[in-house]
């Protein structure tokens, strides 16, 4: 399945953290690499073409020794985002914080396990709701 993502990294004094992600790693359970932001101090950028190449990502980036990890700040804009979803360190896991105006719609959970799990849509609230999407979350596999 194709669906265009984009992340961006933000984390101070994390160049040594980050090095490694920059490069190919067929160990990885994502595939890609970032690349630092250009004129922006502590922040790099990677797009997702499909969704099955993301599947682990945030797990990975929670798993690292951060310098300052109340510092990281992981942005998420998926094809059909309203608007950038933010995911930030609170004891060692990554969760998304509320963005003010908008919710996380869920489509229906796959009848098998056989495709990657779909991250839902961040959506501006008040927005007509896309048929058959909910804000409970109904594949509880990870989708990032």
């Known amino acids: 399945m194709s669906r265009i993502a984009q992340v961006i990294v933000l984390a101070q004094s994390a160049e040594e953290v980050m090095e490694p992600l920059t490069r190919p790693d067929d160990s990885r359970s ?7 932001l250009p004129m922006f ?6 797009e997702f073409h499909r ?9 990975h980036l929670e ?5 300052h990890p109340e510092s990281v700040q992981v942005l998420i804009h998926d094809e059909e985002d309203d608007c950038f979803g933010l995911w930030m360190l609170r004891d060692g ?5 509320p963005v003010p ?3 996380r719609l869920h489509p229906p959970a796959p009848e098998t396990e056989e495709y990657a799990p779909a991250p839902g849509l961040l ?3 008040g927005a007509a709701v896309p048929r058959g999407y909910s804000t409970e979350r109904q594949d509880r596999r990870p989708a990032w």
């Open 123 to 125: 959506w501006r609230s």
């Open 101 to 103: 105006g908008h919710h």
């Open 63 to 67: 798993s690292l020794e951060w310098p």
């Open 51 to 59: 969704v099955h190449t993301r599947t682990g990502l945030l797990r």
């Open 93 to 97: 896991t990554l969760v998304e914080l």
């Open 30 to 36: 994502w595939k890609g690499e970032f690349r630092p």
């Open 41 to 46: 101090a502590d922040g790099w950028l990677t």
